[in-house]
């Protein structure tokens, strides 16, 4: 740190040391050589060396005169110690007004001129450090903001959103395969391994012309035009037509609760079912199951249409009555209820389940919508995604709210007007996210949509610093953000500009 003004020091001794005409600056100084003849800088003539800056132009391009005002269109450089070397009219030259800050131009006018280069030099050195201060801290909270947004999206990509979409789709498919199977081995009423026209019949829920019956041709058309199917091509083919409709015979919804426990005779009516408690649940399930085909084989043909309201009579004996739907929805034993039971509650954890995935999914659509925003080239800008700025004028509040829109509301009410929504960075093609733009806002009076420009500025705050229409019904806003800075050098900014001293 201590090398560096001495560093600066050093060409400027030189500098002064370096005999010149006035006016001549140091990377012109070798054209004038007092040895010899000069040429003019256009080698439109070569003068004696002693009409050079002797108060009258010789050198069409003026080179001979670049310390008096003798050529029109000649020019002086002020050496400007301390701060910038300039380039002055040569007609600026003694014309009383002091134009080089160390006051070289008026050498001959009367006029003094105090040497304001250092003073220049040092408030300018203060500026420069004050935006590179800005830059670094505002580089420095960029980098946490890209830090979070990292953070952020694993959490919402890891447990928040929970597994993947791919692992979500893989479920679902596996589920939907196990549904299917399922409804084809219960539609496979004579169980040969295809679900033929007549078994597809039995199931008036499905029915597509609202007659409330399965015709041949319905049966036939859900199949494909195919007299039955096998497992994989209901699953392929024939599945997704009616999963929607399907129900399920073991889990009637609208089975009316059986009222009366007339149970033992229809069981015991099952010789080859066995009964005692001790069994297993499993032969116990089978054994209802069982029950059920066999009902439903007996009275197919009269279940067939229709799904007849008539509750059982609670006090009837079931079984000689009528061999209908009392017949279908028996009063169940306590095993059979048992099941039932079982599997409504097992039907309420995969409505649940299902409820859940859809939620899920919706997440992570929410989420894919969100980061299918660029964020810039690390995110750094994915913190202004649901924040509004706002800007207020003498009219107007103007507000920003990034990624969404931008709009202007008069302050003495009424409602606000839209200057635009997101559309795209907008920077040039090197900087890209320099700019944003937002289009089609509310159309103006016989002229185009509004539409805004936000330029971002880097600083350590967020915030509109600027509002301005530049040309009709197109905006121009200014903001700050730390997103926009850029990374800093790593030492502070060497000399550049004073190079020349
Ligand atoms: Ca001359
Ligand atoms: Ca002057």
């Not at 100084?29 to 040895?35: A, L």
């Not at 229409?469 to 009709?472: A, D, G, H, I």
């Given at each position: 740190m201590l090398l560096l003004p001495l560093l600066l020091l050093l060409p400027l001794c030189w500098a002064v040391e370096v005999k010149r005409p006035r006016g001549v600056s140091l990377t012109n100084?070798?054209?004038?050589?007092?040895?010899k003849p000069f040429t003019c800088l256009d080698g439109s003539a070569t003068i004696p060396f002693d009409q050079v800056n002797d108060d009258y132009c010789d050198c069409k391009d003026g080179s001979d005169e670049p310390g008096t005002a003798a050529c029109s269109n000649g020019s002086f450089h002020c050496t400007n110690t301390g701060y910038k070397p300039l380039y002055v009219p040569s007609s600026r030259v003694n014309d009383g007004i002091c134009d080089c800050c160390d006051g070289t131009d008026e050498y001959n006018s009367g006029i003094v001129c105090e040497n304001t280069c250092k003073e220049k030099g040092r408030k300018e050195r203060e500026s420069l450090q004050q935006m590179a201060e800005v830059t670094r801290e505002g580089f420095r909270l960029k980098r946490i903001l890209i830090e979070d947004w990292k953070k952020a999206r694993e959490e919402k990509q890891g447990d928040g959103a929970g597994p993947s979409t791919e692992q979500l789709a893989a479920s679902r498919a596996q589920r939907e395969r196990e549904l299917a199977a399922d409804a084809f081995q219960e539609l496979d009423d004579d169980m040969d391994g295809a679900v033929s026209v007549a078994e597809l019949q039995t199931h008036p829920e499905l029915d597509t012309d609202g007659d409330g019956a399965v015709s041949e041709a319905e049966a036939q058309a859900l199949l494909g035009g195919d007299a039955q199917t096998d497992a994989a091509s209901f699953h392929d083919r024939v599945w997704a037509a009616i999963r929607d409709k399907y129900r399920s015979e073991a889990l009637p919804d609208d089975l009316p609760a059986p009222s009366a426990p007339d149970v033992t005779e229809a069981k015991e009516e099952q010789p080859p079912v066995p009964s005692p408690p001790t069994e297993e649940e499993e032969e116990e399930e089978e054994a209802a199951e069982d029950e059920v085909e066999e009902e439903e084989e007996e009275d197919e043909s009269e279940v067939l249409g229709e799904q007849p309201?008539?509750?059982?009579?609670?006090?009837?004996?079931?079984?000689?009555?009528?061999?209908?739907e009392e017949d279908k929805m028996p009063p169940y034993d306590e095993q059979t209820q048992a099941f039932i039971d079982a599997a409504q509650e097992a039907r309420n954890k995969f409505e649940e389940a299902e409820r859940s995935l859809k939620d899920m999914e919706e997440s992570i659509r929410n989420l894919e919508q969100e980061i299918s925003f660029d964020f810039g080239p690390s995110g750094?800008?994915?913190?202004?995604?649901?924040q509004c700025y706002e800007l207020s004028t003498n009219e107007y509040v103007y507000r920003l709210c990034p990624f969404k829109l931008v709009s202007q509301k008069p302050k003495l009410g009424g409602s606000p007007t839209n200057l635009g929504t997101w559309g795209s960075w907008a920077g040039p093609d090197h900087d890209k996210f320099s700019a944003m733009k937002y289009e089609q806002g509310t159309g103006c009076w016989q002229g185009p949509n509004r539409s805004t420009t936000v330029r971002l500025l880097c600083g350590k705050e967020t915030m509109v610093i600027s509002t301005t229409?530049?040309?009709?019904c197109e905006y121009l806003m200014e903001l700050m953000t730390p997103a926009a800075c850029p990374e800093p050098p790593p030492e502070p900014p060497a000399d550049g500009d004073h190079d020349e001293l």
């Open positions: 100084h070798h054209f004038y050589d007092e040895s309201k008539e509750a059982p009579p609670p006090l009837a004996p079931p079984q000689p009555a009528s061999p209908s750094e800008f994915a913190y202004l995604y649901s229409e530049p040309s009709r």
